[in-house]
């Protein structure tokens, strides 16, 4: 267990970050599987898939998905909503079936499944969880473990540059699900030279007055330049294609940029 996306951060996960536009990323997922692979892509491995935000829009689109994560929270609501998405959908197709993703409670270190994939996907920094070079190096080799020839990965990392020059912020949230109100702080610490920013979430849910819940967790993450994500990944059997701006891939990254999606491929 690693201690970070544990039960009640899990329950409030999909709340906090109700804003982010999982189905349009999903949209952008499949804009560069059609711009970058050789081929169509029919099955997707999404590694740290946490409560499936891409996990289902892809299915939906017909997509098969396998979603790894090490977070049994995190997969049970990924189930759960997997569940109720493919009932609606099935019910809406007259008596089809919709393909659900399947969900593995794994390490993505050290993921062997056995098999491979079009393309493998890891989403909203999950490469930045990865934080020391053995983890780091680890994780992509198993992704290349799980991709043919020319098999395509993708992944949104933090971007060195924009997080030198903007640094993380101190922030706090306030959002309602159901009848509670969640407070979120957000305390961060950079760590230049490790590369790193220690992220410490203290949430708490209210019913009223009444604190309900409280969770605190410490997330390290890290951030990465150009040069160095091309050489871990030419390390692991992998050429970076492209790094763009997250989610506007028409434009090249700088210091603005605090999200960035790389595609590699997978080589012989
Ligand atoms: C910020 S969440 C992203 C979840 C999902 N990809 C999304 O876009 O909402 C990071 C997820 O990565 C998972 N994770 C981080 N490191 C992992 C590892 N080594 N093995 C498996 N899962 C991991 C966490 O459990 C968590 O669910």
């Known amino acids: 267990m690693s201690g970070i996306f544990g039960t009640g951060y899990a329950a409030v996960y999909d709340a906090l970050y109700g804003g982010k536009d999982y189905a349009g990323e999903s949209d952008l997922i499949a804009h560069l599987f059609a711009l970058h ?36 929270a995190m997969l049970a ?23 659900a993703p399947e969900f593995i409670e794994a390490d993505v270190r050290t993921l062997r499944l056995g098999r491979v994939f079009d393309a493998a996907i890891m989403m909203f920094a999950v490469l930045g969880y990865q934080h020391d070079d053995d983890a780091l190096l680890a994780t992509l080799a198993s992704v290349r473990r799980h991709l043919p020839p020319s098999g395509l990965f993708l992944f949104d990392v933090w971007y060195g540059p924009a997080v030198l020059a903007q640094r993380p912020g101190d ?16 305390r961060s610490e950079l760590d230049i030279r490790a590369q790193i920013c220690r992220v410490d979430f203290h949430v708490l849910r209210l019913a009223g007055d009444r604190v309900v819940g409280e969770e605190r967790e410490t997330h390290t993450m890290r ?23 997250f989610q506007d891939i028409g434009r090249e990254p700088d210091e603005t940029t605090w999200t960035v999606i790389g595609v590699a491929r997978a080589l012989p």
């Open 77 to 99: 609501r990924a189930r759960a909503k997997s569940a109720e998405m493919t009932a609606e959908m099935t019910a809406g197709m007259a008596g089809a079936t919709v393909a």
């Open 171 to 186: 922030r706090v949230r306030t959002i309602s699900q159901a009848d509670e109100r969640i407070l979120r702080t957000t």
């Open 37 to 72: 692979a050789d081929g169509p892509v029919a099955s997707v491995l999404d590694l740290g898939c946490g409560t499936g935000g891409h996990a289902l829009p892809l299915a939906g689109r017909g997509l098969r998905v396998t979603g790894v994560d090490r977070s049994p």
């Open 223 to 245: 951030f990465f330049f150009d040069r160095e994500l091309g050489l871990a990944l030419a390390a692991c059997g992998f050429r970076l294609e492209a790094l763009r701006a």
